[in-house]
């Protein structure tokens, strides 16, 4: 139905990466549960959708979106912050945003989740 | 007033210089006439008394001076000038020293002074010192020195008086008029026009600016004017008069200045148009308290008028947009609360009774006492409750479709196996028309088959009944209705009769409310089944000609995962169910049909059941029985199920107990009402009606404190390590909660949450987000709630969706 697209997920909890996996398996995931590769895996592959955990020890989300954005060749890449921190609700009364970034929340049904997350891929 | 005013183009001190020579000219014309008239008489004498030559000298002067007094007082400029006044003047004092000594001396004085008053400074001072520097030594000569230079001094001294006088004055009128100057420019800066009157004279001056503003040009001639009142409105003239007469009469201040309250009237332009002004006056009274001057400021207010009734009237017609606004938001809201008064109705009013109705004669069918064709009987009520029952949803889904609030929940379906019911409802139907069916999968048989689709069962059943049986009614009677099922992603399904659709209405065919007057049509059918279609990210497409017949191709996304079991409208009573512990249930309800049913389901022992009939009752049950598990409706009168809730959260918080898993129950079955339910601390959201299998996986079972967890078979192959990590986490959580170590408590808790809501281990993921929100305060209870944690994981069961139940290892 669609190409396959590329997607890089930052978080420091594997089961949140085998999930991703195992429900995108139409699409490459490269994965890191370091926060600290982000910004150079981002340049070797060049992914069309950028995932990333917020709470993360030493190096968290937001210091990742803020590398990401200050460099010139990813800064482009769509970015979405996947978070287990807020509820939907919570973040649907934010606008779908977190820090100026759009944000996901690990709480809402797992179908709908990857139904939003292929909606970003599009 | 007028002269100044009209002079307005020059400087401010060319326009004094001017002023000053206008006074000296005023001044030469009296004293030239007082000169003439004194000297002539002398002059006369002096031909009486032989004085030839200073009679001529005195004549002279006489002459001179009269002649310039005439012209003076005809207004023309003297034409005689003084330079030449002034020779026969000092020859007449020279000669009358010489030849009358004393009296000579005596005439110097106004001498001096008529020629100070006649020229101006610098030249009167030059000649008056000739007439000084003549007379000293013709006095010497006659007298002695002593007397030359007393007459010498004074005639000096009176010369410097002269002076000091003449600049006095002068600095006290250029002040004046500095002052005048400086009103003026007010005056013309504020635009205002200026009026005053002197009492004495009732004489009235108008200011240019005023004449301006009543209509005439600014150096217009006044002398003939009527009445200033004449030029006010006449309607508002009776009041400014007696006002103004009021205001003049009043004697309470003497010797004062009374400043009158503004105003705001009408005046008569000369071309009749009406002027708005602001007048503002002040009245200086004399001794007597009587107003010997009346100054009045005018400002022109029309066009601050014309923009005040401007606003006054865009704010009217705002006002009453906002009012039309109001009201039409009042409609809307009535409206929107009329739409969702019917969702409400149909959600509880209609769906509480029916799950009775679906409910008792599932209880009734279990009695050993009742036949088999009574039973029968029973089944028939209960399918039929069911239909019903799924049609309210149908209808209260296809409503939020429209209102684009429909939530697609995708399962896998096997459209295949839908199909084959469909056409089993419609067999009997069918026969009578000797039409049959024939279903094809990718061009070939169907046995075995599988065509999996990402959909909705619910919706595709109805989707396909309402095709399928359309297709065999439009059908030519002894034809075929062809199925053909193409498999992949996309999936479609294409369902052609040999029938065409009537021209008419070929263009509207999808429309709402579209039919070719068929019996018993609504003209929903297609509409809603193309919706159903498009809402499952699909479409519904027609072909249709004469030759060729209709065909409908319907087009859903395609999944690769296994179907889901078909639809069970019969209760699910097979299969065992897992062993029960002994513990406390409550049941709360308002309905009491449903607190019977869900106590049938319930073995009791091992279970002992309480029921409450609303949140307060049940609150006030905690109490006393402490109950391990809670099924509480959320719609009920007295205290609804989220206040009951909070109270039963509280009130175990506070008695240190282990909090009771408490289930909302509800027979809304929206995906709003569900989150927020979980939102609100429930463990856990069950749809009425529910089966006893769903109740069951709730209650604490011989596998733990919970009976299974439905997976996604996507993730079938990620559970064994999944759950290896999860349980090594949940030993964390629990070591951080008996240690007290609130942090790292938090930290994994949110690790967890996370994850576990993601697999669909919701009863899990609920207890983390407690423990992660620190919503206890209790101390004990994290470590309960986690120690709940371990044990659930531990023994949890692991059902992959579609498939059968299988121990986790």
Request: include cysteine; charge should be negative.
């Amino acid at each position: 139905m669609n190409p396959r697209k590329k997607i890089l997920v930052i978080d420091d909890d594997a089961a949140i990466i085998e999930f991703l996996r195992a429900k995108l398996a139409d699409h490459d995931i490269v994965a890191t549960e370091s926060a600290r590769d982000a910004v150079a895996l981002a340049l070797e592959h060049k992914p069309d959708l950028i995932l990333c955990d917020i709470n993360m020890p030493e190096v968290d989300g937001g210091d990742v979106s803020v590398a990401l954005f200050n460099d010139d060749v990813v800064r482009a890449i769509p970015f979405v912050y996947l978070t287990g921190l807020t509820t939907p609700k919570d973040l649907g009364a934010r606008g779908g945003h977190l820090g100026g970034r759009a944000a996901l929340s690990k709480h809402m049904p797992p179908d709908e989740l990857v139904g939003r997350i292929r909606n970003f891929l599009n | 007033m007028n002269g100044r005013l009209s002079a307005a183009s020059l400087p401010a001190s060319a326009r004094f210089e001017a002023s000053q020579a206008a006074r000296r000219a005023r001044t030469s014309v009296g004293i030239s006439t007082a000169g003439a008239t004194v000297l002539t008489p002398f002059a006369i004498n002096n031909f009486l008394q032989g004085r030839t030559l200073l009679g001529i000298a005195t004549a002279g002067v006489s002459l001179c001076l009269a002649v310039n007094a005439l012209a003076g007082l005809r207004g023309k400029s003297p034409p005689i000038p003084a330079k030449v006044v002034f020779l026969p003047v000092l020859f007449a004092l020279l000669i009358s020293i010489q030849t009358q000594g004393m009296v000579g001396i005596l005439w110097s004085f106004p001498a001096i002074l008529l020629i100070h008053f006649i020229l101006d400074a610098r030249t009167s001072n030059l000649y008056n010192a000739t007439i000084i520097g003549a007379a000293a030594p013709l006095i010497w000569a006659q007298y002695d020195v002593a007397s030359a230079v007393r007459a010498g001094a004074t005639l000096a001294l009176v010369m410097v008086f002269a002076n000091i006088f003449s600049r006095l004055t002068e600095a006290q009128q250029r002040q004046e008029a500095e002052q005048r100057e400086r009103l003026d420019l007010i005056v013309r800066a504020t635009r205002a026009g200026t009026l005053e009157w002197i009492g004495a004279t009732e004489e009235v001056t108008y200011s240019s600016l005023l004449k301006e503003m009543l209509g005439y040009a600014p150096d217009a001639d006044t002398a003939g004017w009527r009445s200033f009142l004449d030029f006010i409105h006449p309607e508002d003239r009776p009041d400014v008069e007696k006002r103004f007469r009021r205001e003049i009469d009043d004697r309470s201040v003497k010797n004062g200045v009374k400043r009158l309250e503004k105003r705001s009237y009408r005046l008569l332009r000369a071309d009749g148009e009406a002027i708005w002004i602001q007048a503002e006056a002040i009245v200086l009274t004399g001794p007597d308290g009587r107003a010997q001057r009346y100054i009045a400021s005018f400002i022109d207010m029309t066009d601050r008028h014309r923009y005040e009734d401007a606003l006054r009237a865009s704010r009217d017609q705002v006002e009453a947009q906002a009012k039309q606004l109001e009201r039409q938001n009042h409609e809307l809201v009535e409206a929107i609360r009329g739409r969702e008064e019917v969702e409400r109705m149909a959600q509880h009013d209609i769906r509480t009774p029916l799950n009775s109705i679906v409910a008792v004669p599932r209880l009734l069918r279990e009695s050993p006492r009742l036949r088999t064709d009574e039973k029968e009987l029973l089944g028939v009520v209960e399918s039929a409750a069911y239909r019903i029952l799924n049609l309210v949803n149908l209808t209260l889904d296809l409503y939020r479709m429209e209102r684009g609030t429909y939530r697609f929940q995708p399962q896998s379906v096997d459209l295949l196996v839908i199909v084959d019911a469909v056409t089993r409802d419609l067999a009997t139907h069918a026969a009578s028309k000797r039409v049959s069916f024939e279903l094809r999968v990718d061009g070939g048989g169907h046995d075995g088959a599988r065509a999996v689709a990402r959909a909705e069962e619910l919706l595709c059943y109805s989707i396909l009944a309402n095709l399928v049986k359309n297709a065999m009614e439009a059908s030519p009677d002894d034809s075929i209705v062809r199925i053909d099922v193409t498999s992949g992603d996309p999936l479609s399904l294409r369902i052609h009769n040999a029938g065409a659709v009537p021209a008419s209405i070929r263009d509207s065919f999808f429309e709402k409310y579209s039919t070719a007057g068929k019996a018993g049509g609504t003209g929903i059918g297609t509409y809603s089944a193309r919706l159903m279609a498009r809402v499952q990210g699909g479409d519904l497409a027609m072909e249709t000609s004469e030759a060729d017949g209709t065909t409908l191709t319907l087009t859903l996304g395609g999944a690769d995962g296994r179907p889901n079991p078909a639809p069970a409208p019969t209760p699910d009573r097979s299969g065992s169910d897992p062993a029960l512990v002994p513990a406390r249930v409550l049941l709360v309800d308002d309905d009491e049909y449903n607190l019977v049913f869900l106590r049938s389901l319930l073995p009791s022992p091992p279970l002992s059941i309480d029921t409450a009939i609303n949140g307060r009752a049940a609150v006030a049950r905690a109490e006393t029985q402490r109950p391990d598990v809670i099924f509480m409706d959320l719609d009920m009168p007295v205290m609804d199920g989220f206040e009951a809730l909070a109270e039963i959260r509280r009130g175990q918080a506070g008695r240190h107990e282990t909090p009771s898993r408490v289930i909302a129950f509800s027979s809304y079955n929206d995906e709003a009402t569900r989150q927020r339910a979980l939102d609100a601390g429930f463990d856990h959201f069950l749809n009425k009606p529910a089966r006893r299998r769903e109740l069951f996986a709730l209650l604490p079972g011989a596998a733990g404190p919970e009976g299974e967890v439905e997976v996604d078979p996507q993730l079938a192959a990620t559970m064994p390590g999944f759950l290896a990590t999860r349980r090594a986490l949940a030993a964390d959580i629990l070591a951080a909660a008996t240690a007290g170590r609130a942090d790292e408590l938090r930290r994994l808790a949110h690790r967890l949450a996370g994850s576990l809501s993601l697999y669909g281990f919701e009863r899990a993921a609920a207890i983390a987000r407690r423990l992660q929100d620190g919503a206890t305060s209790d101390a004990a209870a994290p470590e309960a709630l986690a120690r709940e944690l371990v044990e659930h994981l531990e023994h949890v069961r692991i059902r992959i969706r579609n498939g059968s139940p299988g121990e986790a290892t």
